[in-house]
């Protein structure tokens, strides 16, 4: 299968449908970078997906959907694509719940296959399984076609958070008119991003679901609500873990990549040592390039094998640092890096030569999105980080999205919409409900709520998980930390459900009495 993997680094999809002049965000870091469905092979993922987990059925349904929730403008509708699944569904009459899973910044079979969780818990509650594809992702595109929808800052003006919400709200709304599930409970599920709108969706719409795992979601990470640094810091941290020389020799290597790219013929040089396929243009490109595997690699840093964006081997930063100390004694920094960063772009060894688009930071929809809500600050501080030094710079990052999409960003908006500052009193007096889940190795962790904020607004933490681990199906391989947060997850979510039955009821016989 070497071409189907050489597949993963292509990544040419997005470039195709912004017209112009070629320009795209310069620099990873100027974005927030949540995991990314980056296969172009899409069908011989999903195939294979469904082939290891055959319990992953599900019907494909269109759903016709507003384009603007907000205004009464006279604008064409869009087909927003669904997943349903009613295998162990109670039925109406029942009061059979139904879990919704947020779908975020991607196709929706991909998130949908990589949830498990929620796939192992139906038959337990009797759940009808819904996963609404995010509007500008996937099949879900306004105006016919992704070339269309993503034109110019006009017609990629509906792509906001608020109108995702709003998008499952009426769609969940219509479902259960259809199936006459107007009583029934809904639950809302996310991961990411996701578990983002999950939460919010909980809190902007109290009425329509009863609760939310919201889990890895970074709902604090905007504006100064936790320092910018976090994530880099967290991610470095990974590393240090493992092994300080491992940390040191990479928090080394950005200096030797800029020394040995001055020298003559150094590019050329540097693209021997790393085995790319084509020249590099400059340091930079490979200093992203590495900058991104090592951010992955800690959001994956996942206890057993795992392939959700590489495949990878169990605590995959302990490989990655075994080969960079392992190299021979005489190996250079460089020869060291190239060890190490195998592991994560190499690991079936199938790969010819590296491309260095493997997360292209083009003109995707999330980049439209953190060019105008989801602008969450980013900072490398020297101290603490292994990463390249690096200060958020506003002035910098608006200028990056005015000449990539034209658009303005609003950094203050989320927390004027869905809060932040604060939270724990906010959410303490008026939400609940709500799961935060979090891993301590994710560097996402920290833009994230990590503390019980009431009874009913809680925190699972774990120290050794990563990124959403807990929504990945259930393995022979789970640590018991993995199992008890699992287990505290359905213990919550089958007390509201509960409360919910219970409370129906009563207003059902008070109903009856008063009769
Ligand atoms: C964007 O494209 C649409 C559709 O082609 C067009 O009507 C609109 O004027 C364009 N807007 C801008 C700002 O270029
Ligand atoms: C509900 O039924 C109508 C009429 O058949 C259909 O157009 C609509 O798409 C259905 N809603 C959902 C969410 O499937
Ligand atoms: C270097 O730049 C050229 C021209 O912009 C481009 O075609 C080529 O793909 C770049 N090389 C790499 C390795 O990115
Ligand atoms: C390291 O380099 C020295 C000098 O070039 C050489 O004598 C020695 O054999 C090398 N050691 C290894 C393990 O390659
Ligand atoms: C990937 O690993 C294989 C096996 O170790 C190796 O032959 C190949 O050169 C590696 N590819 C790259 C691009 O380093
Ligand atoms: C931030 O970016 C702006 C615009 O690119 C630049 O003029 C300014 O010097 C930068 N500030 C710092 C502190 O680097
Ligand atoms: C929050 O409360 C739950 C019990 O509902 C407990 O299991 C969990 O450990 C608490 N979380 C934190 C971060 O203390």
Redesign the pocket.
Known sequence: MASHFCLLLIFTFFTLVFPSNGSSLSSSKLLPRFPRYTFQNREARIQQFRGDRNEYRYETKFFSQQLDHFSFADLPKFSQRYLINSDHWLGASALGPIFLYCGNEGDIEWFATNSGFIWDIAPKFGALLVFPEHRYYGESMPYGSREEAYKNATTLSYLTTEQALADFAVFVTDLKRNLSAEACPVVLFGGSYGGMLAAWMRLKYPHIAIGALASSAPILQFEDVVPPETFYDIASNDFKRESSSCFNTIKDSWDAIIAEGQKENGLLQLTKTFHFCRVLNSTDDLSDWLDSAYSYLAMVDYPYPADFMMPLPGHPIREVCRKIDGAGSNASILDRIYAGISVYYNYTGNVDCFKLDDDPHGLDGWNWQACTEMVMPMSSNQENSMFPGY?F????YK?ECWNTFRVNPRPKWVTTEFGGHDIATTLKSFGSNIIFSNGLLDPWSGGSVLKNLSDTIVALVTKEGAHHLDLRPSTPEDPKWLVDQREAEIRLIQGWIETYRVEKEAKVSLLKRSW
């Open positions: 200060g710079n506003y002035s910098s200028e």
